[in-house]
């Protein structure tokens, strides 16, 4: 602890001191803060993953900010990226200067928020309700300092099968469906019961797997699986146990289709009528599109986005940019991330990638709300509208250091024994069980 | 090592020392020619053969003892991944860990793999290599052929394995189920899924191993197979009896590093589902320990246990490596007892054989030279 926090120390000096020398340098010219210049140039080092929609943006940056050379790297996926940024956060070298980080591992950057620029000394408080608020909340520590800027949001909405709905004599149209299962009031309980009229019509499954339902349950909960203090809130947690009931009973009646997670059969089981209805926070909308495609389907395979979420707005993923304390640049590095999260950016990024903006003014711009591929493929659906107001009224649940651990190897495998047959009582004590195993704080 | 190196540099030494003696003096200046060569000789001859060897412990020390030390400094103290070490706790992850039912489970599935993979694959090697060892045509052509799954990254291999294994869509499972047969669940249950990455590790290293075995049995004298031959014995016979005792160093080699590799095996299970939430299956049906390891290190951040994990299976493939390197001494010194005695008994006989003839061409040459 000690070593490193003198490390630290050292760097967060050695940055501040290469900042002082870069303004002193430059501070005869421009007052505003532009110390990189065509006499000064800076490389910027960024690391991203997935399909965040940035990468066009940076020419730009390039051009309008003569001096500056940045050097992007996207890894492929969430997961390769958080053991990257672990590793070097743990060897305390080699990060860059501008940092993307997940909803998920929010936890975790929150532990170590020390190693992250306050981004409060860079103008963060000018620009802060660029965001809708809850997610500048989940970007401030718990010693009010913001270490990061918002990208992209997942606002959850409800992805349903249009035809399979006529089959079933369900309504068929967005607003429609939104009413049937209760509108803003729309509960869990609406949601199960409709989907046993459902299977009662068919025969067939409602939703693909109870693993996302799951998620969305936890992520709308006040407090999920720890409480607000960082302690770990799972046993004796009674709103969390009535739902674990709730989703058991749905799995115990068949509801579940008991698909593989992101794996979806390779796609089969979007267009071979396994499944009605699917949670689709924003970014999810591609990954939809995608598996239907691989599959061999199209617009047609009947797939459509209603503006209804069972048990309130909840949220779930969404990335953000961060400048960690080892950037030899943090000013240039936060106002590269100031200029990639501008309304201007998002809307560039939604175009891009359909990740959906978490910045206001980008929202309700028209090149988001506006047709597009995404929104031709849901037959027409305003995706964009309805991602807008599903982002209202949600709010930051806190995330404990080990919330994604407790996701994907506590729950995840309770998840998938409800679907193969075991009942919830059991499943949630072999849950607890490997809770303990795992010794997890 | 040493005592190859000593011996040249003592009596140098000692000739040097009188020479000082006798002159009176330090300064050298008396008698510069000899001394400053002879010492640069002595010089020469005590430090550069430790000079021509240093590269490798330095770097040895470097990546392989430090990070060895270090890691057992780590886990002594409660090391968060992230935010670096905590307090010293002494032997407490070592002992956390021994009593970690996901612990003993990883170890349960990495000797179980291991299980399967090393002796069919030993067994296999053996044999493809006795057959390469015969007299083919295009003997190139097949020796390289089977080095060829060695060649492809595991990563590429596992991937095509993770696809043919598939639950549902499969080739695997396909072919069982056009033969009427029960598709089997090699990815959410303990023994399918072993034997599913056991068959990764044999593709990839039987014909590596093959290799290695068929140059220990081409340095096999050929005399011993001729004259048992001559004896009477068959092909099985002279493989059990000659070929494999022969092959006894070369066996160990493989046998130790079969056992390493097999005990690290981590690049496997980590690919074979990707989409799992958890690593090795859904309830860890086969979490391997290095992937516990890295679980531990990775996912839960918890750096100290991690290491100590680390050390215990250090500690555990050293024993099964000597364990392994007494079993086989004794294996293949004999197969079993009994090879070694008949070897004996073969060779003993060749001899007899040549006495034999020798005497008989000697009783000749003494007919040739009466008539």
């Known amino acids: ?441 | 090592m040493t005592s190859i190196i000593s011996p040249p540099s003592a009596p140098q030494q000692k000739h040097g020392r009188p020479d000082a003696e006798s002159t009176g003096a330090p300064s050298s200046g008396n008698s510069p020619r000899p001394s400053l060569r002879a010492k640069f000789g002595a010089l020469d001859v005590k430090v550069s053969p430790y000079l021509y060897i240093a590269p490798f412990f330095i770097l040895f020390a470097l990546v392989g003892l430090f990070p060895l030390v270090y890691t057992f400094i780590v886990s002594i103290n409660d090391w968060d991944l992230l935010s670096g070490a905590g307090d010293w706790v002494g032997l407490e992850n070592y002992v956390t860990e021994l009593t970690d039912p996901y612990f003993w489970n990883s170890l349960f599935n990495t000797f179980s793999i291991f299980l399967l993979s090393a002796i069919p694959q030993l067994i296999a090697a053996t044999f493809i290599a006795a057959i390469l060892d015969q007299n083919l045509r295009a003997k190139t052509f097949w020796r390289m052929s089977i080095l060829l799954p060695y060649v492809v990254t595991p990563v590429a291999v596992t991937l095509i394995f993770s696809s043919a294994f598939d639950e549902k869509y499969g080739l695997i499972n396909n072919i069982l189920q056009l033969l009427n047969l029960d598709p089997v669940a090699w990815k959410s249950e303990v023994f399918p899924s072993h034997i599913a990455i056991a068959s990764m590790v044999n593709w990839r290293w039987t014909g590596y191993n093959a290799l290695i075995l068929l140059a220990a049995m081409q340095a096999v004298p050929r005399e011993l197979h001729e004259s048992a031959a001559l004896d009477g014995a068959g092909a099985f016979r002279r493989f059990f009896s000659i070929t494999l005792p022969g092959i006894r160093p070369s066996m160990i080699f493989v046998i130790i590093t079969a056992t390493v590799g097999g005990l690290q095996i981590f690049t496997e299970p980590k690919l074979f589902n990707p989409s799992s939430s958890t690593l090795g299956g859904p309830n860890r049906e086969y979490q391997t320990t290095v992937l516990y390891l890295w679980d531990l290190a990775f996912n839960r951040g918890d750096f100290g246990k991690a290491s100590a994990v680390a050390w215990l299976l250090f500690l555990i493939i050293i024993l099964v490596g000597l364990l392994n390197f007494l079993i086989s001494r004794s294996i293949a010194s004999s197969g079993g007892g009994r090879g070694e005695k008949i070897g004996r008994a073969a060779r003993r006989s060749a001899r007899k054989n040549a006495q034999l003839l020798a005497r008989e061409a000697a009783q000749e040459n003494l007919k040739e030279h009466r008539s």
């Open chain 1, 1 to 441: 602890m000690k070593n490193s926090r003198h490390t630290k120390t050292a760097a967060a000096l050695a940055g501040a001191a290469a900042f002082a020398l870069l303004a002193v340098g430059c501070s005869s010219g421009a007052s505003s803060a532009e110390p990189a210049s065509s006499d000064n140039p800076v490389t910027l080092t960024v690391t991203t993953f997935g399909t965040m929609g940035l990468d066009g943006l940076y020419k730009q940056y390039e051009a309008d900010h003569p001096g500056i050379t940045i050097k992007a790297t996207n890894i492929d996926t969430g997961g390769n990226a958080l053991t990257d940024w672990k590793t070097k956060q743990a060897a305390g070298a080699g990060l860059p200067d501008v940092q993307a980080v997940e909803e998920g591992w929010l936890g975790q950057v929150m532990a170590v928020s020390d190693s992250f620029t306050d981004l409060g000394q860079y103008g963060a408080a000018d620009i802060k309700d660029r965001w809708v608020s809850w997610k500048t909340e989940q970007a401030t520590d718990s010693k009010d300092r913001v270490i990061a800027y918002g990208t992209d949001i997942g606002p959850v909405g409800l992805c349903y099968n249009k035809k399979l709905f006529k089959e079933a004599g369900l309504p068929t149209d967005r607003t429609e469906v939104a009413a049937a299962l209760g509108g803003d009031d729309a509960t869990w309980a609406n949601y199960f019961e409709t989907g046993k009229k459902y299977k009662a019509a068919t025969g067939k499954s409602w939703y693909d797997q109870s693993g996302f339902v799951w998620n969305s349950m936890v992520n709308q909960l006040p407090e999920g699986y720890y409480k607000a203090d960082g302690s770990l809130n799972i046993e004796g947690n009674t709103a969390l146990a009535e739902r674990w009931d709730e989703l058991a009973g749905g799995a115990a009646a068949g509801l579940s289709s008991g698909q593989t997670q992101w794996d979806w059969g390779k796609g089969k089981a979007f267009v071979d009528g396994s499944f009605a209805t699917s949670v689709c926070p924003g970014w999810m909308l591609g990954v939809v599109q995608g598996q239907i495609e691989a599959a061999g389907g199209n617009a047609d395979s009947g797939w459509d986005f209603a503006d209804v979420f069972p048990g309130g707005p909840t949220n779930w993923g969404g990335t953000f940019l961060t400048v960690p304390t080892t950037s030899k640049h943090p000013a240039e590095a936060a106002e590269l991330a100031t200029y990639l999260t501008d309304a201007k950016s998002q809307v560039a990024a939604f175009q891009a990638a359909g990740t959906f903006p978490s910045v206001t003014a980008a929202q309700t711009d028209p090149g988001v709300t506006g047709s597009n591929e995404l929104s031709k493929f849901f037959n027409d659906a305003p995706v964009g509208e309805i991602l807008a107001s599903r982002s209202e009224g949600v709010k930051a649940q806190f995330k404990g250091a080990n919330d994604s651990v407790i996701q994907e190897q506590v729950f995840g495998p309770a998840t998938i024994a409800l679907d193969k047959g075991t009942d919830g009582k059991s499943a949630w004590n072999d849950a607890l069980t490997t809770l303990k195993n795992l010794d997890l704080k």
